[in-house]
């Protein structure tokens, strides 16, 4: 029990007396700059969890957030800020460093994705310190049912979150995968209120209702929502539509002194049902609709709620029995809190680093922490879970979980390999349950998947992508011949979906657009592609083809290894040797024109300076369409520099290197297939200390479902995926001394760099399992059967090494 000067013990205890362990204090310009500090010895015995700041990237557009939460957990508790609109949210996801009012904290969340407000962000329940006087939904400007706060009064670590508002009121949360726990405190002998917006999902809702058992302390309820992207304009309207229902079940420690509900301006004291969605408009078609209800306590004696929830994407109750199966009836937050960091221990466990300073150790395991977050739960303790078609499903024979949350056009470069090589049974299970669904969709594989909801967002076939690149890299707990059959059929048979125009340019629904076509001119013809730009889509389609193809060869499926080889080079279609860029082109085949390389035309939220790297599956023969290695490395210089010779890596020239957009990612790492390893070093070396850093602008932009945070994780460690559908790795120089990678099931990968340092970044030599290696990549079987890679780091380039033409990257 809490008086005025307990609670602010309790605080001082939760926050502790200085700033709060997550940088309170970073300026927001830019992420912080790496010191050039010395190895930090001992490094080993942290405990990952410590050295995590969830509060990195909650700036800048990295649009994560910093709520509690756990590895792939279906529950994110995290705050819904406001600006002054009901209907929208300070940042992409719910959360923005420098938005501090609140509306709620919604129990679910998705990291990085772009397409403001985000996604998710159910059933913001916020504490409320005055009396309940008129309806919530009615206060469109967020004046009377938000709250401001401090970032002194805020602390974010991993499966937990506290968070001290300016009312008075407070909150501690903890997590487990599908429940969570939270003492919620308010200044004594003031009006005590937690509001449950029930309908005020990030997006919108269709429907929601809540219901208050006062005799049992309980407040149940739902939501219908969805609308993914539903407000964007290339095509978002065809996204406003419902996909899934969120059940919650919360449960009390003390009884409610007054109770009441809400629909629209309606305002129904002693009422203990409602409903009624906002609809997915925006602004004044939404503010001022929607439902939910509150319970009163009395803080006269006792100003602490202990309250404990579960959800469910199935059934009430599906909620209550994960409630039960998760958190125990007397559990206290710091119990669940401190098995929540216990969990994440083993996830960040499976990369273990020595050296490289305080702040490159944050970083890292922020990165990682950012990037084990997908895929998400939405199968029930008992393994039900709700389908793309609808309907309630089971999981198949072996599967663990089913998982969804898949940002696809942005994963499949760096994410789903980190997946695959740390945690191969999670990605196993990731693969069947894309398949799942894909059953559940009369057999196409959406590229962005929202928790049961296909939302066609983005270009290309990325599922290809990622279950070629699953199997290369050693997964097998899926149904891989089923997959693999799956995802030819719908590369090789024209569907109805690829001629439709609904949701195009940017949400189009076909997953092989206007397939029929393409297989007969080779490329997907801009005036007639039903896709988001032709050039784009024929670039996405051959590393999905040539990735299908490696699938193929391993799987002795000698007709679709030959075929989809073919296809692999169908890029060569979209150069135009006249321009020595990739271009879009007509149905007669002509070039589209007016041509610039700086220009979008044909292409999806990239320019062709951009999208002509976009070649992982052929580099020497993008080379050799440019001229040869030694032009095409000075092409890529250009990319990377002005003309004046300084670094251009944070975007905002449509010619040169954007850190931010995934299809220019990987082009750092090109030079070594051109011979010019060190100037991969140098180049990842720039953007990890100018690029990335700490603090709330510690990411380059949208994290994208962990995407930047796994290409930082693999820059970090010197080592990059080649391309999609192959397990090869590429190297470059460890920022750390000594990492090993731990992974169940398999060997260990052990990478030693002593020299390694803020001025030691050029290999000079590497033994893999204690042979000298001249080539700049590693093959399969250091991802499949682990092994050892020892590196010489000097201070100056080796432009000796990896350079002949058999040590290139092929």
Known sequence: ????????????????????????????????????????????????????????????????????????????????????????????????????????????????????????????????????????????????????????????????????????????????ERAAVADFGFPAARPANLLFRVSNSLN????????????????????????????????????????????????????????????????????????????????????????????????????????????????????????????????????????????WDRELGSVR?????????????????????????????????????????????GQRAQY??????????AQIQLLALLKPRVAGDFAQSLYNF?????????????????????????SAATLATFYAMGVRNFDYRGAFDSLVRQATVPTADGLSDAGCPGQCEGQRPNLGQYLTSHYAAQDVCHC????????????????????????????????????????RNVFNPGTGYAQARNLDGGWVTPFSPGSDLGFAQGTSATYTWMVPQDVQGLAAAMGGRDRAAARLDGFFHTADGSWSLRGGDPLRYDATNEPGIHAPWLYNALGRPWKTQETVRRILNTVYGTGPSGLPGNDDLGTMSAWYVFSALGIYPQSPGSANLLLGAPVFPKAVLHRTGRADIVITAPAADDTHIYVDGVRQNGRGLSRSWAGPSLVGSGGRLDLRLATTPNTRWATGESDLPK
């Not at 809702?205 to 219908?224: C, F, N, W, Y």
């Not at 290339?234 to 539509?241: D, L, P, Q, T, Y």
């Not at 196409?444 to 076939?461: F, L, P």
């Open 438 to 462: 894909a059953q559940q969709n009369r057999g196409v594989w959406d590229r962005w998947v929202h928790i049961s909801g296909a939302t066609h967002v983005m270009t290309g076939d990325p």
């Open 204 to 343: 919108g809702s269709e429907d929601a209702h809540v219901d208050i058992d006062a005799a049992h302390r309980k407040v149940t309820g739902s939501v219908l929502t969805g609308a993914f992207c539903g407000r964007r304009a290339n095509g978002g309207v065809n996204n406003r539509k419902s996909y899934y229902r969120l059940y919650f079940s919360a449960s009390f420690d003390r009884a409610f002194s007054s109770v009441g509900t809400w629909h629209d301006s309606q305002l129904s004291p002693g009422s203990t049902t409602a409903s009624g969605g906002e609809g997915y408009a925006t602004g004044s078609d939404r503010a001022g609709r929607g439902s939910g209800g509150w319970v009163g306590f009395d803080t006269r004696s006792d100003n602490d709620v202990h309250m404990r929830i579960g959800i469910s994407y199935v059934s009430l109750a599906g909620a209550e029995n994960n409630l039960r199966q998760e958190i125990a009836p007397r559990a206290r937050v710091a119990d669940v809190a401190e098995a929540g960091a216990r969990a």
């Open 1 to 176: 029990m809490n008086h005025p000067q307990s609670r602010r013990a309790t605080l001082a205890r939760r926050f502790g007396t200085g700033a709060v362990a997550v940088a309170v204090t970073t300026v927001l310009a830019a992420a912080a700059p790496f010191p050039a500090t010395a190895t930090a010895p001992n490094a080993v015995t942290e405990r990952p969890s410590t050295l995590v700041d969830p509060l990195i990237g909650s700036a800048n557009g990295g649009n994560t957030f910093p709520g509690a939460t756990l590895p792939y957990g279906m529950i994110a508790w995290s705050p819904t800020s406001t600006k002054g609109d009901q209907t929208s949210t300070g940042a992409a996801n719910g959360y923005q460093y420098d938005a501090t009012r609140i509306r709620g904290l919604s129990l679910t969340h998705v990291n990085g994705a772009g397409c403001n407000p985000g996604a998710a962000g159910d059933v913001p329940i916020m504490p409320f310190v005055g009396d309940v006087t008129s309806s919530p939904s009615a206060d469109t400007k967020d004046a009377v049912y938000a709250a401001n706060f401090s970032h002194a009064n805020e602390k974010a670590v991993p499966g937990r979150y506290t968070l001290g508002l300016d009312s008075g009121a407070s909150a501690d949360l903890a997590v487990g």
């Open 532 to 571: 988001w730009g032709g050039a784009a889509e024929t670039l996405e389609d051959a590393v999905a083809d040539h990735a299908l193809a490696q699938w193929a060869r391993m799987l002795g499926r000698d007709r679709e290894a030959k075929e989809f080889t073919e296809r692999g080079a169908y890029w």
């Open 353 to 397: 680093v020595q050296g490289g300073g305080a702040d490159r150790r944050t970083a890292f395991y922020t990165a990682l922490y950012h990037a084990l977050m997908q895929p998400n739960l939405i199968s029930d303790a008992d393994g039900r879970y709700w389908g793309m078609d609808q309907a309630v499903h089971r999981l198949a024979r």
């Open 404 to 413: 969804s949350n898949f940002s696809g056009w942005d994963q499949y470069r």
